[in-house]
């Protein structure tokens, strides 16, 4: 088992986490697309329900088969299936609660929000059978970011779970998602469109008079305007229910019980989107409790002392190659030996620029919240609840297990002192090879089975 | 192949953080600095393509950012106001704001409305020869696909009207492989490929547009062969660690983490070959398959887009 060593940037970030996921019941995760939100937000989810206990489900918009099959699940739907414990033994954990995944079926979730907010049966289904509906409902700019915020809203209302995560679309825009249940008030609001809708309920307007139709009629034909038209003003009816719902939305999460998870990568387009978003959340007093770095290099490779030695070892390779033993090279030709060494210099000063910058980006965005965690590049793909799980590990801020390999380095001399180059150390050679790929790497696997079996 | 810059009208997408903004910013500069007069536009005005250019807020109507590179970025009603004084000849244009508004409106709802505007002023301005070269930094996956299916697509739903006369001279542009082609960027990560390999495959089925080439963007570098890798194994274990520490007067956890930070090179390396192999496979002969080299450096801005087109032009 790994030391229980609090991380020199976030002190007993440990106990951070299991307060904040304890003390909320909805967690909103949000970030710029790409870099491994929907992923986060199922191992967030899956550390606090086997941590902290309590029912759990994350709800998630992509509909990607990968989660399921992480999750151990046949697939995912509106309806939320149960992550069976066996997954949960598999990764060598008993959980403490519960833990349940479900998807937002985009259409589905429309359509019920019409059968609710129809004035009765008869107006639902012809807005359900207008042939712009479905157009409408897949294209309404920030629809899918209002469904999934409506979704978030009913499944708390229906209050079956103690804690609700919810994965958020891609967003083109950071404040898109915030601003999905305020632009859907606006929408049924709008002057533009009462303007639209009421020339033709009113047939006493002469339409002809109009400059937006005379424009609108010479472009579109009228035969669209007119199937817009009627479409609208069916819509309409849904205003009430609608604007309601929307202001409850709205409630929630603005609500003490919600908090943001912010999740990006350090690199500079998405951190400066995620800065973005940070600012638009604290602009509207929304709390975000949590930003996870995603992907992050190492902490050695920004460590001064580390590279010194990465230094050394290129400009003493041809000494090194010299004087170096023949028996612990196998007798492999000293010309490989010496290769080898500046190669690793070479990357290791290649990435040192990369982990430099992702460093200063860290700490710019560390000021903007209370509680920052890194989790680390993870070979191969996450394929299953351990994978999940190690992520949760790391948000949760513990070093990661120690690693074990085909070279065993783990020998921690001088790492108690300084906490990033054993944390790097266990990084690299780190976590089994989740997936396939890596032959070299295959005989990690079997010594790291329990590694997060919690004690 | 045909010339990647000697087209007309070429679409950058892929999924999003991939990097299209840097490689289309990056096409569109290679392109003038060949002497092509290029206009570079973001489609979604999220300010990236003035973040990567380092040139302040790119308007509608084109800011000049460098000999023969004018950057833009897309405005739907900007578009329709071009649109209706150009072509519709439409007499209310001092009045447009809010018949522009109702009409951004309808648009959210209509089917492509949105779309032909968006492709219909990029067409334009290859048609009208005021550039060489169009490069888009388009939408991602799923939007792209509607854009670029919208001319076929709008001819289904407005039976009469102005803008269905529209879209044969833009259908026109767009489906002759000479003139307009699509370069999805990619990186050699999971999800990227995957979505790479999807969208070819849907703009195959349900666009005009054909596929120029692929791009894979922030490639590493091979850093071990077979034989140097069983040296390195060695290297890392116990006891050679510990003699280099001895000998470097280290202590060797930090030799560790050097060897450990290579390995990591090479993991990530590893994962990242077997996906492109994947996309290899999926794309086939139908593209060509560029690869650009991972960017370490500090950099970002106009000396990262600098590089980067430097690399393409070796590439290309």
Request: glycine share 8%.
């Amino acid at each position: 088992m790994a030391p229980r060593r609090p991380s020199p940037l976030a002190p007993n970030r440990q106990r951070q986490v299991e307060q904040l996921i304890a003390a909320k019941e909805v967690v909103v995760a949000c970030g710029p697309g790409g870099v491994g939100k929907t992923t986060v937000a199922a191992a967030l989810a899956a550390t606090a329900a086997a941590r902290v206990g309590g029912r759990v489900l994350v709800v998630t918009v992509d509909p990607a088969r990968r989660l399921a099959d992480a999750l151990g699940l046949a697939g995912l739907g509106n309806a939320a299936s149960r992550v069976p414990d066996a997954a949960f033994e598999e990764a060598g954990v008993t959980p403490k609660g519960e833990l349940y995944a479900a998807m937002v079926d985009m259409s589905e979730s429309w359509d019920a929000l019409v059968n609710r907010h129809a004035p009765d049966s008869r107006t639902a289904h012809q807005i359900l059978a207008n042939p712009l509906y479905q157009n409408i409902t897949g294209r309404f700019s920030h629809g899918h970011d209002y469904i999934a915020m409506e979704r978030l809203y009913e499944l708390h209302e229906e209050g079956n779970y103690d804690l609700l995560v919810v994965d958020t679309p891609p967003s083109r825009n950071a404040l898109d998602l915030l601003d999905a249940p305020s632009r859907m008030t606006d929408f049924f609001s709008s002057r533009l469109l009462r303007w639209l809708t009421v020339p033709y309920r009113s047939r006493l307007v002469n339409l002809a008079s109009r400059p937006f139709y005379q424009v609108a009629d010479r472009i579109l034909g009228s035969q669209l305007l007119q199937d817009l038209a009627d479409f609208f003003i069916l819509f309409q009816t849904m205003r009430d229910g609608f604007v309601a719902r929307a202001e409850a939305v709205n409630r929630l999460l603005s609500d003490i019980r919600t908090t943001f998870l912010l999740v990006t990568t350090l690199e500079a387009v998405p951190a400066r989107e995620a800065q973005e978003m940070a600012q638009a959340l604290a602009g509207r007093h929304l709390h975000l409790g949590l930003l996870v770095c995603n992907k992050v290099l190492p902490p050695a490779l920004s460590d001064p002392a580390v590279a010194k030695v990465a230094d050394l070892l290129g400009a003493e390779a041809p000494k090194l190659t010299a004087a170096l033993s023949p028996e612990l090279l196998d007798g492999e030709p000293s010309e490989l030996v010496r290769s080898v060494l500046s190669e690793v210099a070479q990357s290791f000063s290649n990435f040192r620029l990369v982990a430099n910058r992702e460093a200063e980006l860290l700490s710019e965005l560390a000021d903007l919240h209370d509680i920052t965690a890194t989790v680390g590049y993870l070979p191969g793909n996450i394929t299953d609840l351990t994978g999940l799980l190690r992520i949760g590990a790391s948000i949760w801020g513990e070093p990661e297990a120690p690693a074990s390999g085909p070279a065993k380095v783990t020998k921690r001399t001088g790492a108690a002192e300084r906490a990033s180059p054993a944390k790097a150390v266990d990084r690299a050679r780190s976590p089994r090879p989740i997936g396939s790929s890596a032959p070299s790497a295959t005989d990690m696997a079997t010594e790291h089975d329990g590694d997060h079996k919690e004690s | 192949m045909t010339d990647l810059l000697g087209r007309r009208l070429l679409f950058v997408t892929g999924k999003g953080g991939v990097g299209k903004t840097t490689i289309a910013a990056a096409l569109g500069l290679l392109a003038s600095e060949q002497g092509r007069r290029t206009l570079v536009c973001e489609v979604e005005p999220k300010g990236d393509l003035s973040f990567a250019y380092e040139c302040g807020p790119t308007p509608f109507r084109g800011l000049l950012v460098a000999r023969n590179l004018t950057a833009m970025s897309m405005d739907t009603e900007a578009s329709l106001r071009e649109y209706l004084h150009h072509v519709a000849k439409v007499p209310v244009v001092g009045r447009i704001g809010p018949v522009a508004r109702a009409f951004d409106f309808v648009a959210t709802a209509a089917p492509g409305i949105r779309e032909i505007l968006t492709v219909g002023k990029l067409c334009y301005e290859v048609r009208e020869n005021h550039y060489d070269l169009v490069v888009v930094d388009a939408a991602a996956t799923g939007n792209v696909v509607g854009q670029l299916a919208a001319p076929t697509g709008i001819n289904e739903l407005v039976r009469v009207g102005l803008v269905r006369n529209q879209t044969d001279w833009m259908l026109e542009i767009l489906r002759n492989p000479e003139q307009t082609g699509a370069v999805i960027v990619t990186t050699p990560e999971e999800m990227p490929v995957s979505e790479a390999i999807d969208l070819a495959g849907r703009l195959a089925e349900e666009t005009p547009v054909h596929l120029a080439c692929v791009i894979a963007n922030r490639v590493l570098p091979e850093l071990f062969g077979r034989a140097e890798e069983h040296v390195f194994d060695l290297l890392a274990d116990a006891p050679s660690v510990d003699w280099l520490a001895g000998r470097l007067l280290a202590s060797p956890a930090d030799v560790a983490s050097v060897l450990a930070a290579a390995r990591l090179a090479v993991t990530i390396r590893r994962d990242g070959s077997a996906h492109l192999e994947r996309l290899r496979g999926a794309i086939g002969s139908d593209a060509p398959l560029l690869y650009l080299p991972y960017l370490f450096s500090r950099t970002h801005g106009i000396r990262a887009i600098r590089q980067v087109a430097r690399s393409l032009g070796e590439e290309l």
